[in-house]
């Protein structure tokens, strides 16, 4: 028997559910709503750019690196147009295997791989990776024929080039791929792009100059991630042209002739510090780093003993030698320590009282009676011992410090070493050690604890040549800015050393002057068909100390233990224009060695002068 319909029951249930399934449908058609409002209206720019991203990207325009000339206008660091191999990892259906098959055609090495591998996190997938550099047309021709991998193309690039390989590589530096710390230095926005920045030299000091601005641009890709339209958003901004004070003819002569020698030349302009040649020899190709050194040459500059990469005008450190003679003289003048009619009688040797040993002269035989000037011009070391010990360290420290001794000259230049000018609280600081009179005599001939680089001795000499004026020495000599005029760099600081009487720096630049044109001058053999006049000053620097008795012999030590070679000088005498200072390590006398290089390289400075007069 059928049970008895409940039609009240059932039209409530059917309500129910009628209702449930309204409430549903109004939800569903709600967050239907709700999510095309969100597309259409209030999200619209953010999807529309996404869109768009799919197939149109904003990349960065790499400017134009600006070219370095010397102070003629001879290009030094230039560009020169290339092609570069590049992968983007968004069109990319799968990377490593992309890049095994560019190994496998041979389009590119195991190196390029994992140099690809260390840079790719410094990108965003959309941007085109830089895969290899400096392709040759033959490469680029026989992969724009066989292309068959997607997301890999050929792109155009400004690469750095150095015309005149070695020469000049101190002073210039070189650009070469950035690392980890450089793209921490550096401003992201900025360098976005960016592939290269300078390293060592000029190219370091003024990478934010010579880089340039970024510009923008909007690339469109097809379905296949090919190019197939760009447009400019915005130009990049060309990098400035500097041009240096270094004239390149005196440049390269200067690397001449210390070409096969360890060693550094600098000269530089009395009149505003301008440095006109700076060399430190050996050198070596900036050419080398710019797309990667082989390992063939990184390993033969790492392993020279010769340290090639060593910029000796600056980083290296040496015994001034007997070519701080001049400014003891002076310093004795100045604090009344001796006079001009000082006299002093030179055995060959000076002792100190209850002190048993001897300290020798450079010539054993003695030079008699010498006075500032002779004791200059034939480089007396008894003379500067007496007059050092009478001194006392502490007062030879306050003296030479006003010269930039024991202190960087300020150039503009990155890695510069500032030297040590010792004194009794420099001792118990560095060596935690008393000061001994003996000390106090070997500093007195530019020996024991005190170094100064080549640029030191450089500048040291054209304030005296200045009779007290210390520039601080430049290297940036003007700037040319895209679409500007050519501007004249900062000159450097001046400084005036006090003068108590004018006639102790004339003292001693004539016993300069004796250095070259006396008859007993170290440097006399200089004066034979010299048509300018030169106030010099010869040195001779020990590697190591010798005892009392023990006569020094070059042929019986190791070259690399031999004493270095020095010279530093001026001229004309009146009205300076130049200064020099030349060390050739290793090399022995500095009269025989040193001084015929500075006389060679100012007979190129004063024949170039008279020809633009």
């Not at 003679?325 to 040797?349: D, F, N, R, W």
Request: proline share 4%; charged share 25%; glycine share 8%.
């Amino acid at each position: 028997m059928d049970k008895i319909s409940n039609a009240a029951s059932e039209n409530k249930i059917f309500s129910t559910r009628l209702m449930l399934a309204l409430v549903f449908i109004f939800v569903l058609v709600f967050i239907l709503i709700s999510r095309l409002y969100s597309l259409q209206i209030s999200n619209y720019d953010y999807y529309i750019e996404e869109s768009l991203g799919n197939q149109m990207r904003m990349l960065p325009i790499t400017p134009i690196r600006g070219k370095i000339f010397d102070r003629n206008g001879k290009m030094i660091a230039g560009n020169q147009f290339a092609y570069k191999l590049t992968l983007t990892p968004e069109k990319t259906n799968n990377v490593s295997e992309t890049l095994l098959l560019l190994k496998k055609y041979n389009f590119i090495n195991d190196k390029d791989i994992e140099i690809f591998n260390k840079n790719k996190k410094r990108y965003k997938k959309f941007h085109s990776i830089p895969l290899k550099y400096k392709l040759n047309e033959k490469q680029v021709a026989r992969f724009l024929v066989s292309n068959q991998f997607i997301g890999v193309d050929i792109e155009s690039y400004f690469q750095r080039i150095y015309p005149y390989n070695a020469s000049s590589v101190h002073v210039t530096g070189y650009v070469s791929r950035m690392n980890k710390k450089d793209k921490a230095l550096y401003n992201k926005e900025d360098y976005l792009g960016t592939s290269f920045v300078g390293k060592t030299g000029i190219e370091k000091q003024y990478e934010s100059l010579l880089h340039g601005k970024n510009g923008k641009k909007q690339i469109e890709r097809n379905v296949t991630g090919r190019v197939i339209n760009t447009k400019i958003i915005q130009k990049a901004t060309k990098g400035t042209d500097l041009y240096l004070s270094i004239d390149l003819d005196l440049q390269k002569k200067a690397e001449s002739l210390l070409e096969g020698k360890r060693g550094a030349i600098v000269a530089i302009d009395v009149q505003n510090g301008e440095v006109l040649a700076m060399v430190s020899m050996p050198i070596y190709n900036p050419n080398w780093f710019v797309n990667g050194i082989s390992h063939k040459n990184y390993k033969k500059l790492r392993t020279s003993k010769d340290i090639p990469q060593l910029n000796r005008t600056i980083q290296g450190l040496y015994p001034p030698g007997s070519t701080i003679k001049p400014m003891v003289a002076l310093i004795g003048l100045e604090q009344g320590t001796i006079t001009s009619h000082t006299k002093t009688y030179c055995p060959g040797y000076f002792k100190l009282k209850n002190v048993k040993r001897k300290f020798n002269d450079w010539k054993r035989s003695g030079h008699g009676q010498v006075n500032v000037r002779s004791s200059i011009a034939q480089s007396c070391d008894v003379f500067f011992y007496k007059l050092a010990n009478k001194m006392g360290i502490d007062n030879l420290h306050d003296g030479l410090k006003p010269f930039n001794f024991g202190e960087k000259t300020g150039i503009d230049l990155p890695g510069e070493r500032g030297g040590i000018l010792p004194s009794k609280a420099w001792k118990k600081i560095n060596k935690k050690e008393p000061w001994y009179r003996g000390e106090t005599l070997i500093a007195g001939i530019g020996q024991g604890f005190i170094t100064a680089s080549p640029l030191q001795l450089a500048v040291a000499t054209a304030a005296l040549a200045n009779k007290g004026v210390v520039i601080q020495p430049k290297i940036l000599k003007s700037t040319h800015a895209h679409g500007e005029s050519i501007k004249e760099a900062k000159k450097g600081i001046r400084k005036q050393i006090p003068i108590k009487d004018i006639h102790n720096w004339e003292e001693v630049i004539q016993g300069m002057k004796q250095t070259i044109y006396s008859p007993r001058g170290t440097a006399r053999k200089l004066n034979k068909n010299l048509k300018y006049t030169l106030a010099g000053k010869t040195g001779t620097a020990q590697v190591f100390g010798l005892d009392a008795e023990e006569q020094y012999i070059a042929a019986n030590l190791d070259e690399r233990l031999r004493d270095h070679a020095l010279f530093t000088g001026f001229a004309p005498i009146k009205n300076p224009k130049i200064a020099i200072a030349v060390i050739v390590e290793n090399a022995g006398s500095g009269s025989s060695k040193a001084a015929p290089l500075a006389k060679k390289l100012l007979d190129v400075y004063f024949e170039k002068q008279s020809l633009t007069q």
